[in-house]
């Protein structure tokens, strides 16, 4: 298997605009997770999927954050209107689901807003 | 007061030394997650523990459910084992999320 893949790796992008961050999980994997990493904050859950179905997206930070995930192999994450405060590096996980399941990490996207 | 305390926040170490990275936790979990991060970003999944002991190669993990603890042990370490290690646990009432420590910066010289 590739592995848990996203795209784009690296984005630059201006205020106000909108970006979406894209992810496919490991086949077989029925749990998805999107992190967000900066110096700051360190690492920290935004949202989570099972079986497709939000599970738990009590880390999206505001309403200008959304994600989908309309089947079992694709996931995006969209900031609209994106800030300079939002540049971070952004993980997209997958796993079986449970907490007691190894969770596999995708390259990350390292979004730069402007 | 974090839920997840890593120590040392930093470790430096020579080449061929035994290294020890410490995780505490202050509520119940299901699991307990060693993650590394290299230098490049990218992060990978060390060992998932629900109780006593896991080895794999050169690093070994344990977790002390009891006393809230856990261990992650390197023997004979080398300087490619430098990375940022992330120690992370599943609460008990919080499904397959994970929270996180703030990592330990681990450096080794050759």
């Known amino acids: 298997d590739a592995g848990v893949i996203q795209s784009p790796r690296h984005e630059v992008t201006e205020m106000g605009q909108e970006v979406t961050l894209r992810c496919k999980p490991i086949?077989?994997?029925?749990?998805l997770f999107w992190y967000r990493q900066t110096m700051m904050r360190g690492l920290e859950l935004l949202i989570y999927?099972?079986?497709?179905?939000?599970?738990?997206d009590s880390g999206m930070p505001e309403d200008r954050f959304s994600a989908k995930m309309p089947n079992a192999s694709f996931s995006t994450l969209k900031i609209q209107p994106s800030e300079p405060r939002d540049s971070a590096v952004y993980f997209c996980?997958?796993?079986?689901?449970?907490?007691?399941?190894?969770?596999?990490f995708g390259p990350g996207t390292r979004l730069t807003v402007t | 007061k974090n839920e997840v305390e890593q120590s040392p926040q930093n470790l430096t170490a020579q080449e061929g030394e035994f290294i020890t990275i410490n995780c505490s936790y202050s509520?119940?979990?299901?699991?307990l997650h060693w993650l590394q991060q290299h230098p490049g970003g990218g992060i990978v999944s060390l060992f998932m523990?629900?109780?006593g002991k896991k080895k794999h190669g050169r690093l070994i993990a344990t977790i002390n459910i009891q006393e809230k603890h856990s261990s992650l042990h390197i023997t004979a370490s080398h300087p490619r084992d430098s990375a940022v290690y992330i120690c992370?646990?599943?609460?008990?009432?919080?499904?397959?999320?994970?929270?996180f420590g703030e990592g330990t910066q681990l450096t080794v010289n050759p």
């Open positions: 996980a997958s796993s079986l689901v449970g907490g007691s399941y190894e969770q596999y």
């Open positions: 086949s077989g994997h029925n749990s």
């Open positions: 999927f099972n079986n497709n179905v939000p599970i738990d």
């Open positions: 509520v119940g979990i299901s699991a």
């Open positions: 523990l629900s109780s």
């Open positions: 992370a646990v599943a609460l008990q009432t919080s499904g397959s999320r994970l929270t």
